[in-house]
């Protein structure tokens, strides 16, 4: 069933990661006023119309879907700041550029609900998709020299790209403790034999009652 994670494959699926993005924060302006909401996860509010606050990506678009807020894009979602990452990702093949953990699912979640509140919308998915391309690419080379120890990647991964590479890199410790289990137990065993013995001090006396 579509939505449901693969036992097989990847921890978490899409809409899962989705769902975990929903409690990021984000900037919304009210066009009215609202009382204080009371939730579970803690008080907001009271709203003010034009006054900018923060509030979870899913009171965003839920208050976004009834017409009473405006949704302020993060600052990383600016042309400006895209261009900078894409730039700076294609110019390193040894680490990746700090993003927040769920860029991928924020912004899918800001073109699908408030497309109309992000300048240059068009534009700035068009730098997402690259910016995941680059990535993408590069821990692709990077799981290729995984078996070089003397391989090193700084790593800035989101949620997303954590995991896709999960179920890969969780194979291979395990085939990897798989190979060399025998050669542990037979280092274990050795030590073992080298522990020094005791030195014999001939028969123990018995204690006077």
């Known amino acids: 069933m579509s939505g449901q994670s693969d036992p097989n494959g990847s921890a978490f699926s899409a809409a899962e990661l989705e769902f975990l993005a929903e409690d990021e924060m984000i900037e919304i302006v009210p066009n009215l006023r609202i009382k204080p909401l009371s939730l579970i996860c803690g008080d907001f509010g009271p709203f003010q119309p034009q006054i900018p606050t923060q509030v979870p990506i899913w009171l965003a678009v839920a208050l976004k879907k009834r017409g009473k807020c405006a949704i302020r894009p993060p600052d990383w979602m600016s042309v400006e700041k895209l ?39 068009y534009m700035v998915r068009s ?36 995991n896709v590479i999960r179920p890969f890199v969780t194979g291979s410790l395990e085939k990897f403790y798989e190979l060399t289990a025998p050669e542990i137990i037979q280092e274990s065993d050795t030590q073992e034999y080298r522990r020094p013995q005791t030195a014999d001090r001939g028969p123990r006396r018995e204690l006077r009652r």
Request: charged share 30%; no cysteine; glycine share 2%.
């Open 83 to 121: 261009t900078q990452v894409l730039e700076a990702e294609r110019d390193s093949a040894s680490s990746f550029e700090a993003l927040p953990f769920h860029y991928v699912e924020i912004s899918r979640l800001l073109f699908d609900h408030a497309r109309d509140d992000i300048p240059e919308v």
């Open 127 to 162: 730098l997402i998709e690259d910016i995941k391309d680059v990535r993408f690419h590069k821990i692709g080379t990077g799981l290729e020299k995984l078996s070089s120890r003397t391989y090193a990647m700084k790593l800035n991964l989101s949620a997303m790209e954590v």
